[in-house]
């Protein structure tokens, strides 16, 4: 089988996983719509159907994912800033979706494009000053993806910080860079270079 295969199993079985979680806040949800609709029998008999259905598919898509290790977290809108050739330095920005269960975090990367990756959040300063508030970058050990959550990395927010680029960047090119964390394997992103 191939690897590309084994991808595509994987991921089909995290949105099945997905979807009997959504299931299962949306049997939740229904409460509140019985309570706005207290006398919608038929809608009653819906989701009593549904939430019938769920419990019953639960163990097989339960067994289906874990026997497939779905990737628990993808790179969503992943783009880095293209800089002019005497600029050393960019940033990878997108946002990183856990599909996990456990919160994880991104601690750093790697890429033959550049000497080292490495998380920073932007810091807004009030030096009382009036030209206003001074925004600077810090390095930070790890920005943290919640469970079943988003971090999103930005412009003027957290990002991934791209040193010492190997070779200028050219504009409609395409980086690999490979992410790692803690609590969860590396995860390896092609990601194209836009000017933004
Ligand atoms: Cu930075």
């Keep these: 089988m191939t690897i590309a295969g084994v991808r595509r199993r994987g991921m089909s079985s995290a949105t ?8 299962r ?3 939740g949800g229904a409460g509140a719509i019985r309570g706005r609709y207290s006398g919608a029998m038929e809608i009653r008999r819906r989701i009593a159907g549904v939430v019938g259905a769920l419990a019953l598919l639960s ?18 809108d992943a783009w880095i800033r293209w800089v002019p050739s005497v600029v050393p330095n960019t940033a990878l920005y997108g946002v990183l979706v856990n599909h996990g269960a456990v919160p994880v975090a991104l601690v750093g990367g790697v890429t033959p494009a550049a000497t080292m990756c490495k998380p920073m959040t932007t810091v807004k300063q009030d030096t009382g000053s009036p030209s206003g508030p001074v925004f600077t970058m810090e390095p930070v050990d790890a920005l943290s993806v919640p469970a079943h959550g ?16 190997a070779a200028p960047l050219r504009l409609g090119t395409e980086l690999e860079l490979t992410l790692r964390f803690d609590g969860a394997a590396p995860l390896t992103v092609t990601v194209p270079v836009l000017e933004r």
Aim: glycine share 12%.
């Design 16 to 23: 099945l996983h997905e979807r009997m979680l959504v299931g």
């Design 25 to 27: 806040s949306g049997a």
């Design 59 to 76: 163990p097989l898509t339960f067994t289906a994912a874990v026997a497939a290790t779905p990737p628990t977290l993808e790179l969503q």
């Design 150 to 165: 988003t971090l999103k990395l930005e412009p003027g927010g957290d990002h991934l910080m791209v040193m010492g680029l």
